[in-house]
């Protein structure tokens, strides 16, 4: 964590999960925080906890699917903390959807957060990187990027123009300076897997193998940040089984994942 002491971090979707997580272990490890999310009595929950921490802490409350919003909020928090060295768009949702019966407005919805969110933030950041010649941007996509899994195409496609974006922007900067880092986790145990319904509702429930705890997920990314490593990929056991499905022939992988669900 050496690399980390005394950077500045920027991270979206700071109020819960693996980006309130992210930012308390930055910040045992010396960093400044930008903390940007929608719930604002969470972010200041969140900073009070971290204040003995001695380190530089500001919040702005943002979606980050509204462009305008995030934009202030980056320049807001770059007056009040400082330039970010590291930005890790992290904000997202899962929004299950069965294109049996497609809701195009929740499709959208989820694309407009985990997609274009992400391009709004590191768009609000890059130029300024470039142009010093120095920083890091991150993004927080999943495991589920690597194929189109069931009632998950809104989530599976967000998470896989993600990748292949970041995938783009690192061959893009390469020789400017800026580092690019695509975090693809697994089942992590966070709200978001662990809401109540995923254990009363059988329609809503699924497998979540190798299932994570949070603290050593959000470690073991920060050290992959940290080190500069392209791609962070937790747990290894998930993601090796992953790298395999990704290889299936479409007969294979149909008769494997294919599920009825209404």
């Not at 700071?14 to 925080?33: D, K, P, T």
């Not at 090796?240 to 149909?254: A, E, G, Q, S």
């Amino acid at each position: 964590m050496k690399n980390i002491e005394g950077r500045i971090v920027f991270i979206t979707g700071a109020s819960s999960g693996i980006g309130r997580e992210m930012a308390v272990q930055f910040a045992a490890g010396g960093a400044h925080l930008g903390l940007i999310a929608r719930r604002e009595d969470r972010l200041r929950e969140l900073v009070e906890e971290l204040a003995e921490t001695g380190v530089r802490m500001g919040i702005a409350v943002a979606d980050v699917a509204d462009r305008g919003a995030l934009e202030r909020a980056v320049q807001n928090l770059s007056e009040a903390v400082g330039f970010p060295d590291i930005f890790i768009a992290n904000a997202g949702v899962d929004g299950s959807c069965s294109a049996r019966k497609i809701d195009v407005d929740r499709i959208e919805g989820v694309l407009r957060i985990n997609l274009l969110g992400a391009l709004y933030s590191f768009g609000a950041v890059l130029p300024g990187m470039v142009e010093r010649g120095s920083g890091h941007i991150v993004g927080v996509s999943s495991l589920a990027a690597w194929r189109g899994l069931p009632i998950s195409g809104a989530y599976c496609a967000s998470k896989a123009g993600l990748t292949a974006m970041l995938e783009s922007f690192r061959l893009d900067l390469k020789g400017t300076g800026v580092q690019v880092t695509t975090i693809h986790p697994g089942f992590i145990r966070t709200p978001m897997t662990m809401r109540p319904e995923h254990a009363t509702d059988p329609r809503k429930s699924f497998p979540m193998p190798f299932l994570m705890d949070l603290k050593p997920a959000a470690k073991l990314m920060i050290r992959g940040i940290a080190k500069g490593r392209s791609e962070v990929n937790p747990p290894w056991q998930l993601a090796t089984v992953m790298r395999m499905v990704r290889h299936f022939p479409n007969w294979l992988f149909d008769a494997v994942f294919a599920q009825r669900r209404r």
